[in-house]
């Protein structure tokens, strides 16, 4: 019983050129998949680290005005529309959820009496 190395016949030089060529060519192609995953890992890693979502629980502290009261709020991703009712009127605030800066401030004139 002869052993399958002893069957096999060395291979012409030409074909062995070319052999060494495709493993190249894998070798290569492995290691531009590899390195493409490893970007895209690390694209997702450093998205997740540096999103700017508000975490559930969050306290933010707001500036508002003595006497001043929250009537009404809307929410819309990482804002929040404020209408205040103060002293000297109405007006709506803009603001930033992820720090509670002020974003944008309108003051409501009031209506006359028609």
Known sequence: M???DEDEKPLDPVQERLRRKM???LATSIGIM???VMAVLAAVV???STSTDVKPG???ALDLPA???IEDM???GDRALLRLRTSAGEELRLISLADGSLIERITLAP???R
Do not use: C, E, H
């Open 23 to 25: 493993v190249r060519l």
């Open 34 to 36: 590899f390195i493409g």
């Open 58 to 60: 969050a306290m933010i």
């Open 111 to 113: 209506q006359t009496p």
């Open 67 to 69: 006497g001043a009261s």
């Open 2 to 4: 002869t052993s399958r």
């Open 74 to 76: 809307a929410l819309d």
């Open 46 to 48: 450093y998205k997740l």
